[in-house]
């Protein structure tokens, strides 16, 4: 486990936070300031840079929860908005992200599995098929049964690629986060070189330019993939307990 946890560290956190620190040091250097944050010893400029790395990526991480998974009020239209997908999987004909949750035999089968093995009760099962009537009842329930299955995998240590999806997703969600902000900095980077008169056609213009665009992309695209990876790991905690409930009858 203890490999597993710094294996998780580093590519949730540790990699992210790299990617966004040397973002800000690109960004100063096009601009002619990095030179003020340089220190004269290297080893002891690695280590800060290791850590700072690692709080960076925590902090990205929970904008990246804020970002996906948050609903509220006062809080911009996160991707998950609909709920998450554990709250969406087992609600017939579900979509979200335009993505179908379950398809709906297999989803009659992971019922059924619930209602066997999980003490489902019959009115809430017709809850995840009439979720038009009342989404927020049948999100709880659909979630409400994700929840013990995932400590089951977690307990039985089954379920290795449930797990390994959940990396994948937070990975990608911090990333998506990273590479925004990213894309912020050498923004603000190329706009302020040519303010102060640097020709467009000039190498601290044009890098930062491209930097912006390439990092823009990097957000779309780890915003998909996280999307995806959301649902693989759902998918997979609940197909491994029906398989694991079926070899234990």
């Known amino acids: 486990m203890k490999d597993k946890f710094s294996y998780f560290d580093l590519l949730a956190y540790f990699a992210p936070g790299v990617f966004l620190l040397w973002a800000a040091q690109q960004?100063?250097?096009?601009?002619?300031?990095s030179s003020y944050f340089q220190m004269e010893n290297w080893a002891y400029e690695s280590v800060v840079g290791?850590?700072?790395?690692?709080?960076?990526?925590?902090?990205i991480s929970a904008r990246g929860?804020?970002?996906f998974e948050t609903r509220s009020k006062w809080q911009r239209?996160?991707?998950?908005?609909?709920?998450?997908?554990s709250e969406n999987y087992l609600l017939k004909d579900r979509h979200v992200c335009g993505l179908l949750m379950c398809p709906e035999p297999r989803r009659v089968q992971l019922v059924e599995m619930a209602m066997l093995h999980c003490d489902l009760s019959a009115q809430d099962a017709a809850k995840l098929d009439g979720w038009v009537n009342d989404l927020d009842a049948a999100q709880e329930t659909s979630h409400r049964l994700y929840r013990p299955l995932l400590t089951l995998l977690t307990d039985k240590s089954i379920g290795e690629k449930a797990h390994s999806m959940n990396l994948?997703?937070?990975?990608?969600?911090?990333l998506?986060?990273?590479?925004?902000?990213?894309?912020?900095?050498?923004?603000?980077a190329a706009v302020f070189n040519a303010i102060s008169g640097v020709p467009i056609t000039d190498a601290r213009t044009i890098l930062p330019s491209l930097l912006a665009i390439l990092s823009v992309v990097t957000s779309i695209?780890?915003?998909?993939?996280?999307?995806h990876s959301g649902l693989?790991?759902?998918?997979?905690?609940?197909?491994?307990?029906?398989?694991?409930f079926a070899h234990t009858q």
């Open 232 to 244: 693989n790991h759902v998918r997979e905690v609940f197909d491994s307990a029906h398989n694991f």
């Open 168 to 174: 994948r997703y937070v990975f990608f969600r911090n």
């Open 221 to 227: 695209v780890a915003r998909i993939e996280a999307i």
């Open 27 to 33: 960004s100063l250097r096009f601009v002619g300031l």
């Open 77 to 85: 239209k996160s991707v998950f908005a609909e709920g998450l997908i």
């Open 65 to 67: 929860r804020t970002r």
């Open 176 to 188: 998506n986060v990273a590479a925004a902000y990213g894309a912020l900095l050498f923004f603000l």
């Open 50 to 59: 290791i850590v700072l790395a690692f709080v960076v990526g925590q902090l």
